[in-house]
């Protein structure tokens, strides 16, 4: 069985239980948070040598970094397809990933460590805010991406799964998806709809 290593409150790794979740493919979850065991463990550090979440062992494959990570599954488990066939389409969907992971999915993370890693009297309220008005802005690009479209690039992608598991997080950063972005939020509803986007929370 295919065993991830994971970390409850990572989004990255809640990408790779999306699609876990969208193909049915069983799997043993091993939380590593506060385990030094797993983190330490031989299995771990071959999958992860920079002991980073999340990564997998399926049989002889031993893989981190969740967009690596879903490609993969998405090749070796085709059903359903989460990339579309021709490569100019795909091409455009791993660009995308490598942009939104350099900007707004890096401004989220920078959110969490200042608003829920740090202790009260270190958080820069200065520095929340910014990173709350670059979201925003990233935010801005998908609704535009998302006009006349069920999911970023037309049916749910990998793109989709890239991004959704980090927005999420956004009301617990003092922050959200604005109503007037309809497009975005319409979008969101769906994706939440979506059985795997609750599998992924457990």
């Not at 091409?91 to 969490?112: H, P, Q, S, T, Y």
């Not at 935010?139 to 749910?156: A, H, I, N, P, V």
Request: charged share 30%.
């Amino acid at each position: 069985m295919l065993k991830l290593f994971c970390f409850q409150r990572s989004g990255n790794s809640r990408e790779v239980k999306i699609v876990l979740a969208e193909k049915n493919i069983p799997f043993e979850s091993i939380n590593i948070h506060g385990d030094k065991r797993a983190t330490e463990s031989p299995e771990f550090l071959k999958a992860s040598p920079q002991k980073k979440v999340p990564a997998i062992i399926d049989s002889d494959v031993y893989m981190s970094e969740a967009f690596l990570i879903n490609q993969y599954l998405d090749q070796k488990y085709p059903h359903p397809s989460l990339m579309p066939k021709d490569e100019s389409s795909r091409e455009a969907i791993r660009r995308f990933v490598a942009e939104i992971d350099k900007k707004m999915v890096l401004n989220i993370g920078l959110l969490v460590i200042e608003c829920l890693l740090k202790p009260k009297p270190e958080q820069r309220e200065d520095f929340k805010e910014k990173k709350r008005v670059e979201v925003r802005e990233g935010l801005r690009e998908l609704d535009r991406m998302l006009e006349g479209k069920e999911y970023l690039f037309g049916d749910f992608s990998l793109a989709d799964v890239a991004v959704t598991p980090h927005i999420s997080a956004l009301p617990i950063l003092g922050t959200g998806i604005p109503a007037e972005f309809k497009n975005a939020t319409n979008w969101f509803e769906r994706i939440k709809a979506r059985p795997s986007f609750q599998q992924s929370a457990q």
